[in-house]
């Protein structure tokens, strides 16, 4: 089993940036495929970012396009998520996932759930 704990939400003004991270422990994340999921006040979790168990493939979710980049370094049990250029629609609660079993970034089926972090853009 693998336990995810997020870290480096905050608050920061519209137009800012901010990097989450995921630190995994008690299994290497190198059979993982990882993503990021975020859920806002009053909707549903939705998908973000996904990457690769290699680090060699990604996916983002339309509105986050050009503007976030999921990376992972294996050596440090870590994924990161870099935020630039952030609205108050980025405005939620940011969540770490990880699955061994569904490889392709196409699914949003997630084994693994940390407890999340909160992000907050004010205008």
């Known amino acids: 089993q693998v336990r995810l704990v997020e870290s480096g939400g905050g608050l920061v003004q519209a137009g800012g940036s901010l990097r989450l991270s995921c630190t995994a422990s008690?299994?290497?994340?190198?059979?993982?495929?990882m993503g990021w999921f975020r859920q806002a006040p009053g909707k549903e979790r939705e998908f973000v970012a996904a990457?690769?168990?290699?680090?060699?493939?990604?996916n983002y979710e339309d509105s986050v396009q050009g503007r976030f980049t999921i990376s992972r370094d294996n050596a440090k049990n870590t994924v990161y998520l870099q935020m630039n250029s952030l609205t108050p629609e980025d405005t939620a609660v940011y969540y770490c996932?990880?699955?061994?079993?569904?490889?392709?970034?196409?699914?949003?089926?997630?084994?693994?759930w940390g407890q999340g972090t909160q992000v907050t853009v004010s205008s």
């Open positions: 008690g299994r290497t994340i190198t059979m993982y495929k």
């Open positions: 990457i690769s168990r290699a680090g060699d493939s990604t």
């Open positions: 996932a990880a699955d061994s079993l569904r490889q392709s970034l196409s699914s949003r089926t997630y084994r693994y």
